[in-house]
């Protein structure tokens, strides 16, 4: 079994920054891939940033040079960091992760809530 945590939402400021991490534990063999997704109220989820194994990094264009992944393999973590937040950033942000010869887990979410 695996098990992924978010951590580091909150509330800030438009303009603002938040960096949110993502822990994947459990029988791991290696990660192949991880990610955030974002959900906003009444929308659908959609990605924000993947970043495989090998460090290629995707983003979704409404985050593009705001929005940075990175990922500690050796930690099993990934990382989100957000600067110059607005408030359509404002949604619960989830975690994924796809274990090599496994299927993709999904954390709980974070709440990050950007202020006008």
């Known amino acids: 079994q695996v098990q992924v945590v978010e951590s580091g939402g909150g509330l800030v400021q438009a303009g603002g920054s938040l960096r949110l991490s993502c822990v994947a534990s459990?029988?791991?063999?290696?990660?192949?891939?991880m990610g955030w997704y974002r959900q906003a109220p009444g929308k659908q989820r959609e990605l924000v940033a993947t970043?495989?194994?090998?460090?290629?990094?995707n983003y979704a264009d409404s985050v593009k040079g705001r929005f940075t992944i990175s990922r500690d393999s050796a930690k099993n973590t990934v990382y989100l960091q957000m600067n110059s937040l607005k408030p359509e950033d404002t949604a619960v942000y989830y975690c994924?992760?796809?274990?090599?010869?496994?299927?993709?887990?999904w954390g709980q979410g974070t709440q990050v809530t950007v202020s006008s």
């Open positions: 994924n992760a796809k274990p090599r010869y496994s299927r993709t887990y």
């Open positions: 459990g029988s791991i063999f290696s990660i192949d891939a």
């Open positions: 970043i495989s194994s090998g460090g290629t990094r």
